[in-house]
């Protein structure tokens, strides 16, 4: 079975600075992963994802996140986040047949 | 092109009472998941349908049922409504070769 745990449940940070949020996984088969945002009463929109190839993957609003096999983590950062970065961000692990998700990390960007 | 859409987007409904919902794929996806997501709470998955059979299914009692149509869209059914059924359910779908989902932006159900 797979599974997804995000270490941390709220993320407060100061407008333009850096953010990393955490997310380790566990899975007994190959992969794919993915994070996705939420913003309140809308439903998910993927972020980005890793399926296979270069471990370092990009989103098109800045946010990057790395796969790493060895300590099976797939870490959401942005070095310079802004007030419409506010909102819940989800990692997910997928095989052929199901996604599953993490319990989210609220992320409050203040000015 | 339309992605994926729900219906209805809110509904109030009495414990004991039946209630299904509906999505609609976006074009050119041939598998749906359901998912429910509590107040604060990460997406749980409920089920898969792929060529409108259940292929997977999360940890959910036999009272969530649902149905794939041959044009690939889906319903959702939930008998015997319980208070903590009160959630927002989320649709998504994908193509069967690709492993990201496009997610719909989920009807919202409570149970009085």
């Known amino acids: 079975a797979q599974s997804v745990t995000q270490l941390d449940s709220q993320v407060p940070v100061f407008e333009e600075a850096p953010v990393e949020l955490r997310c380790n996984y566990s899975?007994?088969?190959?992969?794919?992963l993915f994070w996705y945002v939420q913003y309140p009463n809308q439903g998910l929109q993927l972020l980005l994802k890793?399926?296979?190839?270069?471990?370092l993957v990009e989103s098109i609003n800045g946010f990057e996140a790395e796969f790493n096999k060895s300590q099976t983590s797939f870490h959401l950062r942005k070095p310079s986040v802004h007030i419409s970065d506010t909102a819940e961000y989800f990692c997910?692990?997928?095989?052929?047949?199901?996604?599953?998700f993490g319990a989210g990390t609220r992320l409050t960007v203040k000015p | 092109d339309a992605g994926v859409t729900q219906s209805p987007t809110h509904l109030i409904k009495t414990r004991g009472q039946q209630v299904t919902l509906r999505c609609s794929p976006k074009?050119?996806?041939?598998?749906v998941s359901w998912y429910q997501q509590a107040l604060g709470q990460g997406p749980q998955f409920i089920f898969q349908?792929?060529?409108?059979?259940?292929?997977q299914r999360g940890n959910f009692p036999d009272r969530f049922s649902g149905h794939q149509f041959p044009n690939y869209s889906s319903e959702l059914n939930v008998n015997a409504l319980l208070l903590g059924d009160s959630a927002l359910y989320l649709c998504?779908?994908?193509?069967?070769?690709?492993?990201?989902?496009?997610f719909g932006s989920g009807t919202r159900l409570t149970v009085v």
């Open positions: 349908y792929y060529e409108e059979e259940e292929r």
């Open positions: 890793y399926l296979s190839g270069s471990t």
């Open positions: 997910a692990v997928s095989d052929r047949w199901d996604m599953r």
């Open positions: 899975s007994s088969v190959s992969v794919y």
């Open positions: 074009s050119g996806h041939d598998t």
């Open positions: 998504a779908s994908r193509w069967g070769g690709n492993y990201g989902y496009t």
